[in-house]
């Protein structure tokens, strides 16, 4: 019997990497290591499903580096209130996870946008064209490569993390604590978790973004609202969850290894 999904999911990511896609690992290249896909619920209603294709790429005299490729689209009545079909891509060391580059294609109701930030970390820079640049505090991450820093950090009981964060003009110092370990009950399955608080604090009292930006960025860092991570406790170390604020948060639907 042909399975229709795998053969979507085949042809889905055939269009988001290309035809030069390699799933195999030779010394120089780069492979596809793992596939996520997340729901974002609001009000508890499934509004906006995610892939995120992680890429390892390895080519050598160069670093080791990651490669993000995150797809998000709307689903259900959702898509019709307010279609998103969004692509974002970003590239962040292996070792450090300290951000390069951030793409953006964004195809969403009210905003329509394609463009890349560059991440000058030596320059303390963060630059989109020539009218559009800004300051960045020193090692400073982005969302994406945040979530990657902590899943590698060791995440013991009140252990506490802090580091900085760009959220598309936006600086943010945060502090990350770890709360507990917990079982979550996800997908009808209970799974060991370590439960993660994440707290934001602007370094600028005023700061205030002069342009309209994405609905997943726009969920991200907010002042005295705090974001919950829920990690796997295991090796493997997934996302299982993000609550953004008590309105939105993220569920892990399914995943993927192709090591």
């Given at each position: 019997?042909?399975?229709?999904?795998?053969?979507?999911?085949?042809?889905?990511?055939?269009l988001?990497?290309?035809?030069?896609?390699?799933?195999?690992?030779?010394?120089?290249?780069?492979?596809?290591?793992e596939?996520?896909?997340?729901?974002?619920?609001?009000?508890?209603?499934?509004?906006?499903?995610?892939?995120?294709?992680?890429?390892?790429?390895?080519?050598?005299?160069?670093?080791?580096?990651i490669?993000?490729?995150?797809?998000?689209?709307?689903?259900?009545?959702f898509?019709?209130?307010?279609?998103?079909?969004?692509?974002?891509?970003?590239?962040?060391?292996?070792?450090?996870?300290?951000?390069?580059?951030?793409?953006?294609?964004?195809?969403?109701?009210?905003?329509?946008?394609?463009?890349?930030?560059?991440?000058?970390?030596?320059?303390?820079l963060?630059?989109?064209?020539?009218?559009?640049?800004?300051?960045?505090?020193?090692?400073?991450?982005?969302?994406?490569?945040?979530?990657?820093?902590?899943?590698?950090?060791?995440?013991?009981?009140?252990?506490?993390?802090?580091?900085?964060?760009?959220?598309?003009?936006?600086?943010?110092?945060?502090?990350?604590?770890?709360?507990?370990?917990?079982?979550?009950?996800?997908?009808?399955?209970?799974?060991?978790?370590?439960?993660?608080?994440?707290?934001?604090?602007?370094?600028?009292?005023?700061?205030?973004?002069?342009?309209?930006?994405?609905?997943?960025?726009?969920?991200?860092?907010?002042?005295?609202?705090?974001?919950?991570?829920?990690?796997?406790?295991?090796?493997?170390?997934?996302?299982?969850?993000?609550?953004?604020?008590?309105?939105?948060?993220?569920?892990?639907?399914?995943?993927?290894?192709?090591?």
């Open positions: 019997m042909i399975n229709h999904y795998k053969i979507f999911r085949l042809l889905f990511i055939y988001i990497f290309g035809s030069n896609l390699k799933l195999v690992a030779y010394a120089n290249e780069s492979r596809l290591t596939i996520w896909e997340y729901k974002i619920h609001y009000l508890n209603l499934p509004g906006t499903r995610l892939f995120f294709f992680i890429q390892r790429m390895n080519q050598p005299p160069q670093p080791p580096q490669k993000l490729k995150v797809q998000a689209q709307t689903v259900g009545v898509s019709f209130l307010f279609k998103v079909d969004n692509l974002y891509e970003t590239v962040f060391s292996g070792d450090n996870f300290m951000p390069d580059y951030l793409f953006k294609k964004v195809d969403q109701k009210n905003i329509q946008q394609i463009w890349t930030i560059r991440y000058l970390q030596t320059e303390h963060a630059v989109i064209d020539s009218s559009r640049r800004w300051e960045i505090p020193p090692q400073c991450h982005n969302y994406f490569s945040m979530l990657f820093f902590l899943r590698h950090q060791p995440l013991q009981l009140n252990d506490t993390y802090r580091f900085n964060l760009d959220v598309e003009y936006l600086g943010w110092q945060v502090t990350a604590q770890v709360l507990d370990k917990t079982v979550l009950l996800l997908s009808q399955q209970d799974l060991a978790t370590i439960k993660v608080e994440l707290n934001f604090s602007p370094f600028k009292s005023d700061q205030q973004r002069p342009w309209k930006t994405d609905l997943l960025t726009n969920r991200i860092a907010k002042e005295a609202e705090p974001m919950f991570i829920w990690f796997g406790d295991d090796d493997q170390r997934l996302i299982y969850r993000v609550d953004y604020n008590s309105n939105t948060k993220m569920f892990l639907e399914r995943t993927e290894g192709l090591k």
